[in-house]
């Protein structure tokens, strides 16, 4: 086994995705990553492992706006072709869930943008254990 406190050893990369999109610590996978809705904790209250080297500015955003985006794409074609609804009732159904969607996608996709630069020691990570 890998002892991943040493500077230059591999973190491993599909836990971390994991634990980042289940919203938990990277290195641990028990504590919280968020203090908030989306911001970061300074440190995870299990391990003690540093988070506030990050450094996901917009990637979670577009992350976001790219999946949601191409659901919503489908929706929106097997909805007119299929089901033929009114148009507001399409309108407002694919409005409600495009918010819905991307609501419970935007804290999970930063998760998973953080763990990746923790498991890539980015942006700092590559100096704490």
């Not at 080297?53 to 659901?71: E, M, Q």
Request: charged residues 15%; aromatic residues 8%; hydrophobic residues 45%.
């Amino acid at each position: 086994m890998t002892d991943i406190s040493a500077p230059n050893a591999d973190r491993p990369m599909k836990p971390a995705i994991w634990n980042g999109l289940r919203r938990r610590c990277p290195n641990c996978g028990e504590g919280r990553m968020f203090a908030g809705y989306l911001k970061v904790a300074d440190q995870c209250d299990h391990c003690a492992q540093d988070l506030h080297h990050h450094r996901a500015d917009d990637g979670p955003a577009y992350l976001t706006i790219l999946v949601v985006g191409h659901i919503m794409g489908f929706a929106i074609h097997i909805m007119w072709s299929q089901l033929r609804p009114e148009p507001w009732v399409m309108a407002t159904t694919l409005t409600i869930c495009a918010v819905a969607l991307s609501l419970y996608l935007l804290p999970r996709l930063k998760g998973m943008v953080v763990a990746i630069q923790w498991a890539k020691r980015m942006h700092g990570f590559g100096t704490t254990p």
